[in-house]
């Protein structure tokens, strides 16, 4: 990046530095020392120019980021929010549509859970579609199979709460142990973590969050904003009341 600034201004100087009339070949040796001398000696009375420059490159390229990111939100917002295979929370008729991306590994996501469920409760017209995002391990994949597995027998959102207040490593087998004490059928959940219909919805939410550049957990899409990493509950309040407003 330094690179490219001094290269914009190696070239600002040697138009300004010019004379009038056109070139009709490349400049001199002498003259291109004389221009990066001139160069040199700015950038060295001026150093801050070049935190300028690279804040502006930067928010050029957030910008950038940003429209990409919502262009995204708006030709994937049926996926997002309306696939028939995502679990929901909250109010299934809700005027707001938060969707989730987390991992049952995730740290953060752990954290992120009750402030959420909080929001999500107390506000009462809130849909929280749950998209399962094994990023960090396959016994991350494992919990999300079981997770999907577990919806077929309705019992997700027991599942999925008492798996994300998980502490310490997660198995295979705590997986299996969590499934138990939430009333599960164990062996059927066995049996349909194996069914590729599952397999393929959590490979679509792998694809969804590339399309939205998303990278990490948790990450959350809410009106024309994804929002990545953790945030406040009153964040998302604010954001959830934008989103309101807009329609």
Request: glycine share 6%; aromatic share 6%; net charge negative.
């Given at each position: ?30 003259r ?49 929010e ?7 929370l ?31 409760e ?66 059927k ?33 809410i ?25």
């Open positions: 990046m330094f690179r490219s600034v001094f290269a914009a201004a190696l070239l600002s100087a040697a138009f300004l530095a010019a004379p009038a009339h056109a070139h009709d070949g490349p400049l001199s040796p002498d291109k020392a004389e221009i990066e001398a001139l160069v040199r000696d700015y950038i060295l009375q001026h150093p801050e120019i070049i935190l300028e420059s690279v804040a502006i490159m930067q928010a050029r390229e957030d910008a950038a980021k940003n429209a990409a990111a919502k262009q995204a939100l708006v030709d994937h917002r049926e996926a997002l309306r696939d028939p295979a995502d679990p929901v909250g109010n299934p008729d809700g005027d707001v549509t938060i969707v989730e991306f987390f991992d049952y590994q995730c740290g953060y996501c752990k954290t992120m859970m009750k402030p959420l469920m909080e929001l999500v107390e506000d009462g017209n809130i849909r929280l579609v749950l998209k399962e995002f094994p990023i960090l391990s396959p016994t991350s994949e494992a919990a999300a199979l079981a997770s999907l597995a577990a919806d077929r027998q309705g019992r997700y959102k027991d599942f999925h709460t008492a798996l994300l207040g998980l502490r310490g490593r997660l198995t295979t087998e705590a997986i299996f142990q969590v499934a138990l004490e939430t009333g599960l059928d164990v062996e959940l066995q049996a349909d973590m194996k069914d590729p219909a599952l397999q393929a919805h959590v490979r679509k939410s792998f694809e969804l969050a590339q399309a939205l550049s998303i990278q990490g957990t948790p990450a959350f899409t009106g024309d904003h994804v929002v990545p990493g953790a945030v406040s509950k009153e964040q998302l309040a604010e954001l959830v009341a934008e989103a309101r407003e807009k329609g």
